[in-house]
T-cell receptor, first 113, second 112 residues
Framework: GESVGLHLPTLSVQEGDNSIINCAYS??????FIWYKQESGKGPQFIID?????DKRQGQRVTVLLNKTVKHLSLQIAATQPGDSAVYFC????????????FGQGTRLTINP | DARVTQTPRDKVTEMGQEVTMRCQPI?????VFWYRQTMMQGLELLAY??????LDDSGMPKDRFSAEMPDATLATLKIQPSEPRDSAVYFC????WGRGYTFGSGTRLTVV
């Protein structure tokens, strides 16, 4: 099926450090992107989104960067906490009226104490 | 907080049996999605509806899967007959005009 690729399947960082999760998306026409967090046994949880007319958006401890030139998306988490340990997915919303949210394979983030 | 409700939470069934999964989207959301999650394929979009009308079900095996929205408060995903390869976690999500995608907790299906 359709997919959005991720550079790294796993990432380990020390508690308190910053983490960066990367994502390469496939469709240059996609106009909306979302990062989700999924904890074991739960559904994906919305973290932050960004539209294609922006290149950066900040939330609480999280920042999403969008580089349309190279079709790259990243999620930065500042001052990581044990509760940040989860699988993180990027998703792109296919444009042209399709409104289809297509997910990448996910990156497992582990926060070491 | 508004939430998407899925039932059942877990389902174990024998191969060949019919399985029906249900989803109650967030009130007011006009778009409903069905996803399937496996270790091998990740999150795959199976089908989605806008204002109860099916817009795209190209990700769904047509011979055994069917998705419907009998009304604005209920979406169903049916598998008949079920096969072991259908074992996965099935998620429903709802959104309003392409924003605010919210996922349910999923139905874990095991076909033996």
């Amino acid at each position: 099926g359709e997919s959005v690729g991720l550079h790294l399947p796993t990432l380990s960082v020390q508690e308190g450090d910053n983490s960066i999760i990367n994502c390469a998306y496939s469709n240059s026409a996609s106009d909306y992107f979302i990062w989700y967090k999924q904890e074991s046994g739960k559904g994906p949880q919305f973290i932050i989104d960004i539209r294609s007319n922006m290149d950066k958006r900040q939330g609480q401890r999280v920042t999403v960067l969008l580089n349309k030139t190279v079709k790259h998306l990243s999620l930065q988490i500042a001052a990581t906490q044990p509760g940040d340990s989860a699988v993180y997915f990027c998703a792109e919303n296919m444009a042209q009226g399709a409104q289809k949210l297509v997910f990448g394979q996910g990156t497992r983030l582990t926060i070491n104490p | 907080d508004a939430r998407v409700t899925q039932t059942p939470r877990d389902k174990v069934t024998e191969m060949g049996q019919e399985v029906t999964m249900r989803c109650q989207p967030i009130l007011g959301h006009n778009t409903v999605f069905w996803y399937r999650q496996t270790m091998m394929q990740g999150l795959e979009l199976l089908a989605y509806f806008r204002n109860r009308a099916p817009l795209d079900d190209s990700g769904m095996p047509k011979d055994r899967f069917s998705a419907e929205m009998p009304d604005a408060t209920l979406a169903t995903l049916k598998i008949q007959p079920s096969e072991p390869r259908d074992s996965a976690v099935y998620f429903c999500a709802s959104a309003l005009w392409g924003r605010g995608y919210t996922f349910g907790s999923g139905t874990r299906l095991t076909v033996v």
